[in-house]
């Protein structure tokens, strides 16, 4: 059992599902493989463009994608970015940078764990 | 219990698919709004939906700009407002709850909580249409009594009243219209005095007549 996606919240997500309709859980984790991938990029690309306005948007909608699954570990590393972007804190974004990237890679590997066993 | 409507609006996939599965889970028909300007959309209806969950920060309209437009317009049983907020701080809750939000939930949203809220909405949303309703028949009510308060002609000889309309109706006619009130017939004893009596002893002296014709 892995700890990079809390499970209570993943037995919670489970829990939701009503009979006969798609699993929630399977549907969150699908959304987030299609929706975070771009956003992340687009992160990494306002990073690199200098537009911290753009770096505290994308990384506090990056921190509710991964509040919502569990994710803990990515969430602590968003909500800093989130903070020191907001903040205007450059010096510390720049030290989180690789940080969100290995946590993302983490979370990715994670969910195709899960959704393919 | 109504199930009344819920509006989720989020510019975050992740979090509107989950928050809207809490909701559904617990019967309520949600609907989804995937940013500010569509969760106006939503809001600024006729029949708006009664409970809505805003995100704080949508691009386009943001959660507390909604919740002013929407306490700008007049309404008797206006949308319950929680505001879907990351940020922690007391002084942003402040801003939200002053700009006209009922209420407030930290994401990610935790489901007993959340459902609890939102509960909590239903509640105020019921006590409201319950009251809406209320004045509304009172104010119809009130606007009968008005009816009448007015001054009304009447025809000093034989009593008829002259309606809104130019004719001239039986007081009876006039009323059973206007109020609630209708008439059953009776007399008075005075009029039975004045009018009923002389009829029957007329109509005993008819019938007496008749039988002292009928022995000749």
């Given at each position: 059992m892995s700890d990079v996606l809390d499970q209570a919240v993943l037995d919670v997500l489970r829990s939701l599902s009503a009979p006969g309709e798609p699993d929630v859980l399977t549907e969150v984790l699908q959304l987030f493989m299609v929706e975070v991938p771009p956003r992340l990029e687009k992160w990494r690309n306002a990073w690199a463009a200098g537009n911290i306005q753009a770096v505290h948007r994308s990384a506090h909608s990056l921190k509710g994608s991964a509040g919502n699954i569990g994710a803990n570990a990515m969430f602590a590393v968003c909500k800093e970015l989130d903070e020191k972007s907001r903040a205007g804190d450059t010096g510390a974004i720049g030290s989180l940078v690789d940080a969100l990237g290995v946590e993302y890679g983490r979370v990715q590997a994670e969910i195709e764990r899960l959704l393919h066993t | 219990m109504v199930p009344w409507q819920v509006l989720v609006a989020d510019d975050e996939p992740v979090s509107r698919t989950v928050v809207g599965a809490m909701l559904k889970k617990a019967g309520y028909p949600v609907l989804f709004a995937p940013d500010g300007e569509q969760a106006w959309q939503h809001l600024s209806?006729?029949?708006?939906?009664?409970?809505a969950l805003l995100?704080?920060?949508?691009?386009?309209?943001q959660g507390p700009e909604i919740v002013q437009r929407l306490r700008a317009r007049e309404s008797s049983t206006p949308t319950y407002v929680i505001l879907l907020t990351s940020r922690d701080s007391s002084a942003d809750i402040v801003q939200g709850l002053r700009a006209g939000a009922d209420d407030y939930v930290t994401k990610p949203a935790n489901e007993d909580e959340l459902l609890a809220r939102v509960n909590v909405g239903t509640r105020v949303v019921q006590l409201q249409t319950a009251l809406a309703d209320r004045v509304r028949s009172l104010e119809d009510a009130l606007a009968n009594v008005k009816a009448l308060q007015t001054l009304l002609p009447m025809c000093a000889y034989c009593k008829s009243i002259r309606n809104d309309q130019n004719y001239w109706e039986k007081v009876e006619t006039y009323f059973t219209q206007h109020s609630n009130v209708s008439f059953t017939h009776s007399y008075c004893p005075n009029c039975y005095e004045r009018f009923v009596r002389p009829e029957l002893e007329a109509l005993e002296d008819a019938r007496a007549a008749q039988e002292r014709q009928r022995r000749r």
């Amino acid at each position: 059992m892995s700890d990079v996606l809390d499970q209570a919240v993943l037995d919670v997500l489970r829990s939701l599902s009503a009979p006969g309709e798609p699993d929630v859980l399977t549907e969150v984790l699908q959304l987030f493989m299609v929706e975070v991938p771009p956003r992340l990029e687009k992160w990494r690309n306002a990073w690199a463009a200098g537009n911290i306005q753009a770096v505290h948007r994308s990384a506090h909608s990056l921190k509710g994608s991964a509040g919502n699954i569990g994710a803990n570990a990515m969430f602590a590393v968003c909500k800093e970015l989130d903070e020191k972007s907001r903040a205007g804190d450059t010096g510390a974004i720049g030290s989180l940078v690789d940080a969100l990237g290995v946590e993302y890679g983490r979370v990715q590997a994670e969910i195709e764990r899960l959704l393919h066993t | 219990m109504v199930p009344w409507q819920v509006l989720v609006a989020d510019d975050e996939p992740v979090s509107r698919t989950v928050v809207g599965a809490m909701l559904k889970k617990a019967g309520y028909p949600v609907l989804f709004a995937p940013d500010g300007e569509q969760a106006w959309q939503h809001l600024s209806t006729d029949d708006p939906p009664a409970i809505a969950l805003l995100d704080w920060e949508m691009p386009g309209l943001q959660g507390p700009e909604i919740v002013q437009r929407l306490r700008a317009r007049e309404s008797s049983t206006p949308t319950y407002v929680i505001l879907l907020t990351s940020r922690d701080s007391s002084a942003d809750i402040v801003q939200g709850l002053r700009a006209g939000a009922d209420d407030y939930v930290t994401k990610p949203a935790n489901e007993d909580e959340l459902l609890a809220r939102v509960n909590v909405g239903t509640r105020v949303v019921q006590l409201q249409t319950a009251l809406a309703d209320r004045v509304r028949s009172l104010e119809d009510a009130l606007a009968n009594v008005k009816a009448l308060q007015t001054l009304l002609p009447m025809c000093a000889y034989c009593k008829s009243i002259r309606n809104d309309q130019n004719y001239w109706e039986k007081v009876e006619t006039y009323f059973t219209q206007h109020s609630n009130v209708s008439f059953t017939h009776s007399y008075c004893p005075n009029c039975y005095e004045r009018f009923v009596r002389p009829e029957l002893e007329a109509l005993e002296d008819a019938r007496a007549a008749q039988e002292r014709q009928r022995r000749r």
